[in-house]
């Protein structure tokens, strides 16, 4: 039976500022593009997803490959998941500081390796064993972001500091962090059905502003910010990575349209259980295996596109 195509993807869920609006419309174009252009020759929804997730860590508009967040130490470290929900495999990097494309390492790791995840040298190492080129990491470190540290640590001294991690449900200084920008999550991710029925799911991100060294979110593991299985659903998060890592917020999702809850309900179900359970924050991405698919985002914006055989669409709210 053949499947009509869908690739759908997300740039990210934070308070986009109006200047920025127009990169990340245009930089999820091109992601849909690439990634599309796969799926109308009949390429398959792993190669599709691989290839728009990496036209988004090119582009220094997202948090994600060159130009991601520093580390509170001045560094980037990358971490990519990949999933392909026919075969039921999955690679998965993390802390990787040498490679400009985390997802095609996680690419790697899907089909070269027995194992599923790798991590910090362990992972470069076995990226370029199988041909992949390790860069210097001051190659993926934008002067924008050396000024972004810079102000966050300011703010931090000044105890002003992003109350990201706080916890608190209610805690109106988070919120009042998310509407000036320093809550900005611009993760990038894609899910896709392709003309066989198979459907994959990728994420990548350079994880938060300032973060500890080592420190890994939700984005590149398996079930939390990233899940695809032919039986259910493909699923791909961004925002606030601790509390979607508590709820597996990922699976969480899959497992409702796997029992029955059409994929844009199940969206919006699954944001409102991140923050009437944690406070969380993010946005979501999800298809189903009839190409049914939802989003949702409880933050003031967020990234996204679709492409089907009619054609492709962008929008920044829902």
Not at 286 to 296: I, N, T, V, W, Y
Request: with cysteine.
């Amino acid at each position: 039976m053949k499947h009509k195509p869908v690739l759908l993807v997300h740039g990210g869920a934070w308070a986009i500022p109006a200047d920025a609006a127009a990169a990340h419309e245009a930089g999820v174009r091109k992601a849909l593009e690439a990634g599309y252009a796969i799926l109308a020759r009949g390429g398959t929804a792993l190669d599709a997803v691989e290839a728009a997730v990496t036209v988004m860590e090119d582009d220094p508009t997202f948090d994600a490959g060159r130009g991601s967040f520093l580390t509170s130490d001045g560094r980037v470290q990358l971490d990519a998941l990949l999933m392909d929900g026919g075969r039921m495999k999955a690679g998965g990097v993390a802390c990787v500081e040498r490679l400009r494309n985390p997802i095609q390492a996680a690419r790697l790791v899907l089909e070269q390796s027995p194992h599923v995840y790798f991590v910090g040298a362990g992972a470069e190492q076995f990226a370029e064993m199988h041909g992949m080129a390790l860069i210097d990491n001051s190659e993926l470190v934008l002067e924008r972001e050396r000024e972004r540290l810079a102000e966050a640590k300011a703010r931090e001294a000044a105890g002003l500091a992003d109350a990201t991690f706080s916890g608190a449900q209610d805690d109106k200084s988070a919120e009042t962090a998310y509407t000036a920008g320093m809550g900005s999550h611009d993760t990038v991710g894609a899910v896709a059905l392709d003309g066989q029925g198979n459907l994959a799911a990728g994420t990548s991100t350079g994880g938060t502003l300032n973060k500890t060294p080592g420190r890994v979110g939700d984005s590149s593991l398996i079930g939390c910010g990233c899940y695809a299985d032919d039986e259910s659903a493909a699923v791909s998060l961004t925002g606030w990575g601790e509390p979607i890592m508590k709820l597996v917020l990922g699976k969480w999702a899959v497992d409702r349209v796997a029992l029955g809850t059409p994929p844009e309900l199940a969206a919006c179900e699954a944001i409102s259980y991140l923050y009437n359970r944690l406070g969380g924050h993010g946005g979501i991405i999800l298809l189903g295996p009839d190409g049914r698919f939802g989003l949702a985002h409880n933050t003031p914006a967020m990234a996204w596109g679709i492409a089907t055989p009619a054609g492709l669409r962008t929008g920044l709210t829902i």
